[in-house]
């Protein structure tokens, strides 16, 4: 599968930002499918995800409350909708594809072989 990411941009404290992920080559729903974020000199970690079959989601906990992931089977397009956005969000955010698609060491990297290209979301105070 191939993943085209994009939707991110410079916005302020407070906003609203939807980052689209679309796939190629396979159906979003054969995959567990996830989002990444990488801050400034730090490491890459899990921000949330959308299992196969079930659809059943989960989140940094950070995020709850204000991320909401979805997908879109039609468009074959995984979204993830960022709201109330606060400056320690700001980062390069990746779209990953997990072929194995429910498992309960969702948060960890190494599970995605799939990854798109980057896309900046920076937050202003």
């Known amino acids: 599968v191939q993943l085209q990411a994009y939707g991110g941009g410079l916005v302020q404290a407070g906003d609203s930002l939807r980052l689209s992920c679309a796939a190629s080559?396979?159906?979003?729903?054969?995959?567990?499918m996830g989002w990444f974020r990488q801050a400034p000199g730090k490491g890459r970690e899990f921000v949330a995800r959308?299992?196969?079959?079930?659809?059943?989601?989960y989140y940094l906990d950070s995020v709850k409350g204000r991320f909401t992931i979805f997908r879109d089977n039609a468009k074959n397009t995984v979204f993830l909708q960022m709201d109330s956005l606060r400056p320690e969000d700001t980062a390069v955010y990746y779209c990953?594809?997990?072929?194995?698609?429910?498992?309960?060491?969702?948060?960890?990297?190494?599970?995605?072989?799939?990854w798109g290209q980057g896309t900046q979301v920076t937050v202003s105070s």
């Open positions: 990953t594809a997990d072929p194995v698609g429910s498992r309960s060491d969702y948060r960890r990297e190494s599970r995605y072989p799939y």
């Open positions: 080559g396979r159906p979003v729903s054969n995959y567990g």
């Open positions: 959308i299992d196969g079959s079930s659809g059943r989601t």
